[in-house]
Nanobody
Framework: QVQLVESGGGLVQAGGSLRLSCAASGRTFSSYAMGWFRQAPGKEREFVAATNWSGGVTYYARSVKGRFTISRDNAKNTGYLQMNSLKPEDTAVYYC??????????????WGQGTQVTVSS
């Protein structure tokens, strides 16, 4: 089992930045790929970014590429999502997940509880 806890969400103005953290405990975090997903009100959960066990391979949704950066520090059992140039349409609950490297949520076995990100215009 891997337990994941997100933090760092909040309210920010458009154009601002936030860094989300995902603290892992339990089984070896570095054994798993890590992904970030988000879900806006009334919408389905969507892929945001993912990275492999080492952080050397990364994938991004087209809507965030160039603005968001996924990274991880396995020594600290923590993953990150740096979000820059935020837009109101980035408003959602953000979830981190651990599992197999993929853009599909089904590939991930472990999920955090989510952290709210709200971007005001």
């Amino acid at each position: 089992q891997v337990q994941l806890v997100e933090s760092g969400g909040g309210l920010v103005q458009a154009g601002g930045s936030l860094r989300l953290s995902c603290a892992a405990s339990g089984r070896t975090f570095s054994s798993y790929a890590m992904g970030w997903f988000r879900q806006a009100p009334g919408k389905e959960r969507e892929f945001v970014a993912a990275t492999n066990w080492s952080g050397g391979v990364t994938y991004y949704a087209r809507s965030v590429k160039g603005r968001f950066t996924i990274s991880r520090d396995n020594a600290k059992n923590t993953g990150y999502l740096q979000m820059n140039s935020l837009k109101p349409e980035d408003t959602a609950v953000y979830y981190c997940a651990a599992g197999s490297l993929a853009t599909m949520s089904d590939a991930y076995d472990y999920w955090g509880q989510g952290t709210q990100v709200t971007v005001s215009s």
